[in-house]
Nanobody, 120 residues
Framework: QVQFVESGGGLVQPGGSLRLSCAASGSAFSTYYMSWVRRAPGKGLEWVAGIWRDGSRQYYTDSVKGRFTISRDNAKNTLYLQMNNLKSDDTATYYC?????????????WGQGTQVTVSS
C-alpha cells in the first residue's frame, strides 16, 4: 500500500512562511492527482489545494489563494506546499493524499500529518 509522510511544519508568527513536504513511497506517485488537506483544532477536514499528475494545473480553496502554492517533483516522489503570509486561521494539522476536492471525504488512509501553528 502506498504511504505518504508529511514534514516541514512548525511554529511560525503571523505573516511568516513555511514549506511543507510530502514524501511518497512506491513507484506510482506520478499517476496520482494529489491534494493537501488540513484539520484545524476542533474542526473537520478541509481540502486546501490540489494538483494534476504532471503538475500543469493547480487548484486552491478561496481562503489560501494568493498565499499558498502547491507543486510536485515526480522524479523525487515528493509533493510540496509553500505557505506564505500565514494567518492564525491556518493553524492545523496538514495531510497529503491522492484525493480530489471532494474525494477526501471518503479517504481512509491518512498519514500522521505535520503540525502548523501560527501564533505571536
Amino acid at each position: 500500500q502506498v504511504q505518504f509522510v508529511e514534514s516541514g511544519g512548525g511554529l511560525v508568527q503571523p505573516g511568516g512562511s513555511l514549506r511543507l513536504s510530502c514524501a511518497a513511497s512506491g513507484s506510482a506517485f506520478s499517476t496520482y492527482y494529489m491534494s493537501w488537506v488540513r484539520r484545524a483544532p476542533g474542526k473537520g477536514l478541509e481540502w486546501v489545494a490540489g494538483i494534476w499528475r504532471d503538475g500543469s494545473r493547480q487548484y486552491y480553496t478561496d481562503s489560501v489563494k494568493g498565499r499558498f502554492t502547491i507543486s510536485r517533483d515526480n522524479a523525487k516522489n515528493t509533493l510540496y506546499l509553500q505557505m506564505n503570509n500565514l494567518k492564525s486561521d491556518d493553524t492545523a494539522t496538514y495531510y497529503c493524499a491522492p484525493v480530489g476536492r471532494s474525494g477526501y471525504k471518503e479517504y481512509e488512509y491518512w498519514g500522521q500529518g505535520t503540525q502548523v501553528t501560527v501564533s505571536s
